[in-house]
């Protein structure tokens, strides 16, 4: 089993910047891809970012050129800098890591972005 532990949710203005953090423990064996996802209400979960373990990365459309992700492959950590913040991109955002053995969730943390 996963466990993965997300911090750095909350709630800015429109131009702000928040940076969340997650990091893996467990029974971790090549976990290839670490990003985060987003679910804002009514709608349906979509990746905002993932990295691999080579470092290749992909970004939502939305969010290029504002949002930054970053792993350590190392520590099993993987973060999102989030910049120029829009209410568009208000949600609950949620770490996912894909390994040999599966995809694993976290709990998701809550970023309001208010006008």
């Known amino acids: 089993q996963v466990q993965l532990v997300e911090s750095g949710g909350g709630s800015v203005q429109a131009g702000g910047s928040l940076r969340l953090s997650c990091a893996a423990s467990?029974?971790?064996?090549?976990?290839?891809?670490m990003g985060w996802y987003r679910q804002a209400p009514g709608k349906q979960r979509e990746l905002v970012a993932d990295?691999?373990?080579?470092?290749?990365?992909k970004y939502a459309d939305s969010v290029k050129g504002r949002f930054t992700i970053s792993r350590d492959n190392a520590k099993n950590t993987v973060s999102l800098q989030m910049n120029s913040l829009r209410p568009e991109d208000t949600a609950v955002y949620y770490c996912?890591?894909?390994?040999?053995?599966?995809?694993?969730w976290g709990q998701g943390t809550q970023v309001t972005v208010s006008s």
């Open positions: 996912n890591v894909k390994g040999i053995r599966g995809s694993y």
């Open positions: 467990g029974s971790i064996f090549s976990l290839h891809t």
């Open positions: 990295a691999t373990t080579g470092g290749s990365t």
